[in-house]
């Protein structure tokens, strides 16, 4: 029988779509399918609001942090708990608080170091009446402050098979014959595409049929990773994609997965390969190292080149060996990632910091 009764208000303050906005619409989605009544309060004119708005979702808009805190003072009341998925409205929630009186749920999907300002950040984090984090990496910063930080997971929906559009990926970029090498990741300083594209130059080197491909939007790294290319004459053979709308079931194509981070609370779209048995080369920063462990593919330290590269090569060599990682990898997606252990761990979350 379908638990009833709770009002949640799920909170995300960001405009693009990356892996907290589509946490956010699975936790919605499995609140409303238990029969609790969820509602979004969603940056204005951002992708989530309309994807949420697509699937019958009640949404609500706002158009920046002071917006986000008057709309919530306003209309708080409405809701048993309010959930905070993104950093940048905790504080406006915790000042609202003062007037609606609503506990507040934060789900922290980073693992950056602490940075200047200490003191507020530990002001804000214990006025929320539960900090959530994806991995036990996000769980550190928070703990090292006295903060009690449960730790759950993000979840990953089943991929559906479309082997006719992969053939239509491949035929475009005339990549039939080739195996390909992929990430999935923004340009930007965090996501080290410059360690990954030397990585590649050496791996290049070694097997003439190889080919890494590079899906991602424009970052603060841009310059340098197209630089890079063309320093290594990898025009060829490093090919930058830019941003691709549902591109996880491309990842099928793959005869290797790699994720160079240098930080990464847990990485989603390492758990989205993993789901399509392809094998995983990942450094061990923040919380891939709890996520490509136990024998689900094989790490290196963040900027390690030759370690990428040959950990790349015996991917690429020893193709039985990997796909023996990649299945314990589907596996064990399959048991500890699941959408329907997220939400209930949510629902029981909100129901011990509301007393019940």
Same mark, same amino acid.
């Given at each position: 029988?379908?638990?009833?009764?709770?009002?949640?208000?799920?909170?995300?303050?960001?405009?693009?779509?990356?892996?907290?906005?589509?946490?956010?619409?699975?936790?919605?989605?499995?609140?409303?399918?238990?029969?609790?009544?969820?509602?979004?309060?969603?940056?204005?004119?951002?992708?989530?609001?309309?994807?949420?708005?697509?699937?019958?979702?009640?949404?609500?808009?706002?158009?920046?942090?002071?917006?986000?805190?008057?709309?919530?003072?306003?209309?708080?009341?409405?809701?048993?708990?309010?959930?905070?998925?993104?950093?940048?409205?905790?504080?406006?929630?915790?000042?609202?608080?003062?007037?609606?009186?609503?506990?507040?749920?934060?789900?922290?999907?980073?693992?950056?170091?602490?940075?200047?300002?200490?003191?507020?950040?530990?002001?804000?984090?214990? @006025?929320? *009446?539960?900090?959530? &984090? $994806?991995? !036990?990496?996000?769980? %550190?910063?928070?703990?090292? +402050?006295?903060?009690?930080? /449960?730790?759950?997971?993000?979840?990953?929906?089943?991929?559906?098979?479309?082997?006719?559009?992969?053939?239509?990926?491949?035929?475009?970029?005339?990549?039939?014959?080739?195996?390909?090498?992929?990430?999935?990741?923004?340009?930007?300083?965090?996501?080290?595409?410059?360690?990954?594209?030397?990585?590649?130059?050496?791996?290049?080197?070694?097997?003439?049929?190889?080919?890494?491909?590079?899906?991602?939007?424009?970052?603060?790294? @841009?310059? *340098?990773?197209?630089? &890079? $290319?063309? !320093?290594?004459?990898? %025009?060829?053979?490093?090919? +930058?994609?830019?941003?691709? /709308?549902?591109?996880?079931?491309?990842?099928?194509?793959?005869?290797?997965?790699?994720?160079?981070?240098?930080?990464?609370?847990?990485?989603?779209?390492?758990?989205?390969?993993?789901?399509?048995?392809?094998?995983?080369?990942?450094?061990?920063?923040?919380?891939?190292?709890?996520?490509?462990?136990?024998?689900?593919?094989?790490?290196?330290?963040?900027?390690?080149?030759?370690?990428?590269?040959?950990?790349?090569?015996?991917?690429?060599?020893?193709?039985?060996?990997?796909?023996?990682?990649?299945?314990?990898?589907?596996?064990?997606?399959?048991?500890?990632?699941?959408?329907?252990?997220?939400?209930?761990?949510?629902?029981?979350?909100?129901?011990?910091?509301?007393?019940?």
């Amino acid at each position: 029988m379908a638990e009833t009764g709770l009002r949640i208000l799920q909170i995300n303050t960001e405009r693009g779509w990356r892996g907290g906005e589509r946490q956010t619409l699975l936790t919605a989605v499995g609140l409303r399918a238990r029969g609790h009544h969820v509602e979004l309060l969603l940056r204005k004119g951002s992708a989530l609001a309309e994807r949420a708005r697509a699937l019958g979702l009640v949404v609500h808009t706002a158009g920046g942090g002071f917006a986000f805190g008057c709309w919530l003072a306003i209309h708080g009341k409405r809701y048993d708990v309010l959930h905070a998925q993104t950093a940048k409205v905790v504080a406006w929630a915790v000042a609202a608080a003062a007037v609606n009186d609503r506990p507040i749920v934060f789900s922290r999907r980073t693992s950056f170091a602490l940075g200047a300002g200490v003191w507020l950040t530990r002001l804000k984090w214990r @006025s929320v *009446a539960q900090m959530v &984090a $994806i991995s !036990e990496a996000a769980a %550190q910063a928070p703990r090292s +402050l006295g903060v009690p930080t /449960q730790v759950i997971p993000s979840a990953v929906l089943p991929i559906v098979s479309d082997p006719s559009r992969i053939q239509r990926f491949l035929k475009q970029h005339a990549l039939e014959g080739r195996r390909l090498v992929g990430t999935a990741a923004a340009l930007s300083v965090e996501k080290d595409p410059v360690t990954l594209i030397h990585a590649a130059a050496k791996v290049c080197a070694q097997f003439d049929d190889v080919v890494f491909i590079h899906w991602g939007a424009a970052g603060a790294a @841009s310059h *340098a990773a197209h630089q &890079a $290319i063309a !320093e290594l004459g990898l %025009q060829d053979r490093y090919v +930058l994609l830019g941003f691709e /709308q549902e591109v996880e079931p491309l990842f099928a194509a793959l005869s290797v997965f790699v994720m160079a981070s240098r930080f990464e609370a847990l990485g989603s779209s390492v758990l989205d390969a993993m789901l399509q048995n392809v094998p995983i080369v990942s450094t061990n920063a923040g919380g891939l190292k709890e996520t490509v462990s136990q024998g689900r593919g094989l790490v290196c330290a963040p900027g390690d080149v030759d370690a990428m590269a040959a950990h790349i090569s015996l991917m690429l060599a020893q193709p039985e060996q990997a796909r023996a990682m990649a299945k314990v990898a589907c596996t064990a997606v399959q048991t500890d990632y699941a959408v329907d252990s997220m939400v209930e761990r949510y629902i029981e979350l909100y129901r011990e910091v509301l007393g019940h």
